[in-house]
């Protein structure tokens, strides 16, 4: 892996990354192996049904991505292949996404990120393919 920043110069950076800052999305941990990123629930993540939109734990899992890829394993990196597959509804008022490296190769990486809430409930598992640029 790179060099792993601390969490400070991370937050730092990442504070660039606005649609996922200015949505709430924070950077909790950062370890040589994963990181750790979470959102508090709001009225503004909410959808017409009352329920968490799905586009609030995608922007979650793939600001997690973002910063184990950018910050830890190769900067600068590009998404090239993401999937996303919603497990549950979240229940409480937090969600954390915590990614990890499963395989950094020369050109590419792949990270896992399981979302969950506050109550311990899975709630999606995000599979990122990055480019390393």
């Known amino acids: 892996m790179g060099n792993v920043k601390n969490l400070e110069e991370m937050r730092e950076f990442f504070r ?3 649609f996922a800052t200015d949505n709430g999305m924070v950077i909790d941990e950062v370890a040589e192996d ?18 968490i939109m799905g586009g ?16 830890i394993i190769h900067n600068p990196t590009v998404a090239q292949q993401v999937s996303i597959n919603y497990l ?3 229940k409480g008022e937090k969600l954390f996404a915590k990614a990890t490296c499963r395989k950094s190769g020369r050109s590419s990486t792949i990270i896992n990120v399981d979302v969950s809430d506050e109550t311990g409930r899975d709630v999606a598992l995000f599979v990122g393919t990055g480019f390393k640029l």
Not at 56 to 71: K, Q
Request: aromatic letters at 8%.
């Open 34 to 51: 994963h990181v750790i990123c979470s959102v508090v629930l709001g009225p503004g993540h909410k959808n017409a049904n009352g329920g």
């Open 88 to 90: 549950g509804a979240p």
């Open 56 to 71: 609030v734990i995608f922007t979650l899992a793939d600001f997690a991505f973002a910063v184990l890829a950018n910050g």
């Open 16 to 18: 660039n990354d606005r």
